[in-house]
């Protein structure tokens, strides 16, 4: 099908993580092209291959071939992570409406047009919320905690952060792009930037072929980041929770001195002081671990090392380049 952004600056870019994900790409550049198509303003999809080892990179060379005027696609020299490779492609985009998408087809692209819909109604962010979710049950467990133990911390108001299909105004994505954060939470960011946020709710599928990237471990990593990342209330707990437990065992300690005071050497209640020494230990480890979460982000920080490393980019030479091109030849 030919593309009818020929020469025009896209009103709408559509970002696209893309990872291992040759399985499922066919069918998402059938429904994604036609679903665009169908709302009839100009666009661009800007996928970002995050260094897959599969037939993706083909996949994404033959489609930008086959339109490449509403195609652009980076590729990174390695696997940085989803989150940056949302960044560069934040950076690449040029549309005033940005709209994030998986690959998998969990979120169905027909939904763009809803977005794109509260978008025009004067919302500079819209987040989404998934109908009738489609993942396994220790899924949907995990994401209801964290996204309790989230707000409580953040006070964020983010009903489902696990959606990954949003639309943002380029003023929203100037200043995300602006932060020098090297865990750059785009949701939660999204959420304090913005005006005038709100939600919606959108269809969910089950996934369309391959398997989901992200682990337990990998979506727990992800709260800590984001919690460590807004907030320093873990933190204040801790040390709440320190003086608690201080003041505990100094009234302890002065009621075993004077048990021996009175009444003697005592063998009895040793285990119980046991048990609670190694309980005293257990908190003092967990703080441990928590402040190392905070001083491990400094780290990250004071390194400075880019975010992603770009190996090339796929995009429509513009108009003045390819004239003047013309004219050299």
Same mark, same amino acid.
């Given at each position: 099908?030919?593309?009818?952004?020929?020469?025009?600056?896209?009103?709408?870019?559509?970002?696209?993580?893309?990872?291992?994900?040759?399985?499922?790409?066919?069918?998402?550049f059938?429904?994604?092209?036609?679903?665009?198509?169908?709302i009839?303003?100009?666009?661009?999809?800007?996928?970002?291959?995050?260094g +897959?080892?599969?037939? +993706?990179?083909?996949?994404?060379?033959?489609?930008?071939?086959?339109?490449?005027?509403s195609?652009?696609?980076i590729?990174f020299?390695g696997?940085?992570?989803?989150?940056?490779?949302?960044?560069?492609?934040?950076?690449h985009?040029?549309?005033?409406?940005i709209?994030?998408?998986?690959?998998?087809?969990?979120?169905?692209?027909?939904?763009?047009a809803?977005?794109?819909?509260?978008?025009?109604?004067?919302?500079?962010?819209?987040?989404?919320i998934r109908?009738?979710?489609?993942?396994?049950?220790?899924?949907?467990?995990?994401?209801?905690?964290?996204?309790? !133990?989230?707000?409580?911390?953040?006070?964020?108001?983010?009903?489902?952060?696990?959606?990954?299909?949003?639309?943002y105004?380029?003023?929203?994505?100037?200043?995300?792009?602006?932060?020098?954060?090297?865990?750059?939470?785009?949701?939660?960011?999204?959420?304090m930037?913005a005006?005038?946020?709100?939600?919606?709710?959108?269809?969910?599928?089950?996934?369309?072929?391959?398997?989901?990237?992200?682990?337990?471990?990998?979506?727990?990593?992800?709260?800590f980041?984001?919690?460590?990342?807004?907030?320093?209330?873990?933190?204040?707990i801790?040390?709440?929770?320190?003086i608690v437990?201080s003041?505990?065992?100094?009234?302890? !300690?002065?009621?075993?001195?004077l048990?021996?005071?009175?009444i003697?050497?005592? !063998?009895e209640?040793?285990?119980?002081?046991?048990?609670?020494?190694?309980?005293?230990?257990?908190?003092?480890?967990?703080?441990?671990?928590?402040l190392?979460?905070?001083?491990?982000?400094?780290y990250?920080?004071?390194?400075?090392?880019?975010?992603?490393?770009v190996?090339? !980019?796929l995009?429509?030479?513009?108009?003045?380049?390819?004239?003047?091109?013309?004219?050299?030849?």
């Open positions: 099908m030919a593309d009818n952004n020929e020469g025009i600056t896209p009103e709408i870019s559509v970002v696209i993580p893309v990872f291992n994900e040759e399985a499922v790409l066919p069918a998402l059938e429904r994604l092209y036609a679903a665009m198509d169908q009839g303003r100009s666009y661009e999809c800007v996928f970002i291959d995050d +897959s080892t599969d037939r +993706s990179v083909a996949l994404l060379r033959e489609q930008f071939e086959r339109r490449p005027n195609t652009r696609v590729f020299n696997n940085f992570g989803q989150h940056s490779a949302i960044m560069a492609g934040f950076k985009c040029h549309g005033q409406i709209v994030t998408l998986d690959a998998d087809l969990q979120n169905p692209p027909e939904e763009i809803n977005l794109l819909a509260k978008v025009e109604e004067g919302h500079d962010y819209v987040g989404t109908k009738k979710r489609q993942d396994i049950f220790w899924r949907r467990i995990a994401s209801q905690l964290m996204n309790k !133990v989230r707000h409580r911390i953040t006070k964020i108001q983010m009903t489902d952060q696990g959606c990954m299909l949003r639309a105004r380029r003023p929203i994505i100037d200043a995300i792009n602006s932060t020098s954060e090297i865990n750059t939470y785009i949701p939660a960011l999204a959420y930037y005006a005038s946020p709100v939600e919606i709710e959108v269809e969910h599928a089950e996934r369309e072929a391959g398997e989901s990237k992200y682990s337990l471990y990998k979506l727990i990593r992800l709260n980041d984001l919690v460590t990342a807004f907030s320093l209330v873990p933190l204040q801790f040390s709440l929770a320190g437990l003041l505990g065992s100094g009234m302890l !300690v002065m009621y075993i001195l048990r021996r005071l009175f003697g050497p005592e !063998v209640g040793v285990f119980t002081l046991f048990a609670i020494t190694f309980f005293l230990i257990g908190i003092l480890l967990f703080g441990i671990g928590l190392g979460e905070y001083v491990g982000r400094i990250q920080q004071v390194r400075e090392r880019p975010r992603y490393l190996k090339g !980019v995009e429509e030479q513009p108009v003045a380049e390819k004239t003047e091109e013309q004219a050299r030849t």
